[in-house]
Every structure is written in C-alpha cells, then in structure tokens.
C-alpha cells in the first residue's frame, strides 16, 4: 500500500489503490506459504495461497483495465475533497493505511491456513466449492458489466441481464463466497476457525461499508433504479420478483 501510495501521488489519482487491492492479497498468501515451509500441509497451504492468488491477480487486472483511461473513481474524489490537510496526506489516512491493515486482518485465514499442520478433510473441499462459486459470480458478474458498459445503446441504462437479473451486486455476493471459502479452508482447525471475523470483515464492507452501500447511493438517482432495485436481490441471488 505505501508503494501504491507513492504511484498514485505521482499519477495524482488515488483509485489506483483499488488496483492494488487484490494484488496485496496475492502477496500476503504467497509470502505466508513461502515462510511456512516445513510447518503447514502443504495440500492446505497452497491450495489457499493459489485459489487466494487467482483471485487477487484477476481482480486486480479487472479494475486496471476498467479504469485505463477513465477519469477518478468518483467515490475517492469525494472522500478527498475539503477536510484539513492536503489531499495526499487525507488520502494516507484515510485510505492506504486502513486498507493495509485490512488486507492483512482479512487475509488471517490465508495465513493461519499455511501454518496449520496435519492432514485436510471435509472442510477443505467445502471451503473450495464455496471459493469456486464465488470466483464464478464475481469473474462472470464483471464480465457481463463489462459487455454492457461496451455497447453505446446502454448509455445510462441500468444494467439488469443475467446474473444481474438475480442480484444487483453478483461480483460482491462472489467476493464475500471467495472468502467465506477460504475461511472454510482454514477452519479445519480450530486455530484457524478462530479467524471467522475475517470472513465477517469482508462481508460487512462490501454490504454496509465501501461496496454496496456506496454504489446504491450513487445508482439511485438514474432512471430506472427503483424499478429494477424492487425486482432483483439485493446480494444474495434470487429469482427477480414479478412487479
């Protein structure tokens, strides 16, 4: 984050902290199996650090691409404007410091999953199938966003097609299953089932925090929104209600 930090100073836009969001995941999980060697199973220790790297480098790839180009997420030109302080100092206090403190709070799972020893079981391939169902929604969800966006006719449109049609926010009901699964990993322990905060952090931010709750409050003014948000799931998937 502090070298992200500096890139975005530089560039003068601090939406590049998204970018490193999932990346400084991948690093987490990859350091914690490097330096467990010797202590964890290695079947449990990399297959939580390779399923945590597959989804922090595509994540991480989406949102470079998405914002190639375009101007300042508007959500960081608005946490950043006024206060006291100049706006790259706001911005470290704000955002790179939390979010590194995050990423290694919500990563315990990853990290406690690389020292556990003994052999896997049930919880494991649960915590997989949780993980690949999440990955699914989340890789799927974005790249149906990313057609849409692409066809000048849906200018303004809100987007309501495939998994969109089930729940307004498939990529953040995928992000919270990733983790949800990767707690499962660890939990096969009770070391590691002590990390369930972790699971609980990530859910809260992209329901109550950062996520969902932030984009809502922007969607809600196109036209459209009120129809579509009283048809369509708010996270979990579901059958789109009849209006």
Known sequence: MGATFLI?????????????WGA?????????AVLSTGHGDPVRTWTAAALTAVWGVRLSVHIGRRGRGAAEDPRYT??????????????????????????????????AAAYTPGPV???????????????????????????????????????????????????????????????????DTWQGALTLPAPVAMTLLLTAGS????????????P?????ARRTSGFFPLPPRRE
């Open 8 to 20: 975005a100073r530089r560039r003068q836009r601090h939406d590049l902290v998204d970018t490193a």
């Open 78 to 111: 608005d946490l950043l404007s006024g206060g006291t302080g100049g706006r790259d100092a706001r911005a470290l206090r704000l955002v790179y410091l939390p979010q590194g403190v995050l990423v290694w709070a919500i990563s315990l799972p990853v990290q």
């Open 211 to 222: 996520g969902k709750r932030l984009l809502e409050n922007r969607m809600s003014t196109r």
């Open 24 to 32: 400084g995941f991948a690093l987490v999980a990859l350091v914690s």
């Open 224 to 228: 459209g929104w009120d129809a579509y």
């Open 121 to 187: 079981g049930g919880p494991l391939f649960a915590g997989v199938a949780v993980w690949l169902t999440g990955f699914l929604f989340e890789a799927v969800g974005d790249a149906q966003l990313s057609r849409f966006k692409a066809d000048p006719a849906n200018r303004g449109r809100i987007m309501d097609r495939g998994l969109w049609s089930w729940t307004r926010h498939p990529n953040y009901f995928g992000d919270a299953c990733v983790w949800w699964g990767l707690y499962l990993i660890a939990a």
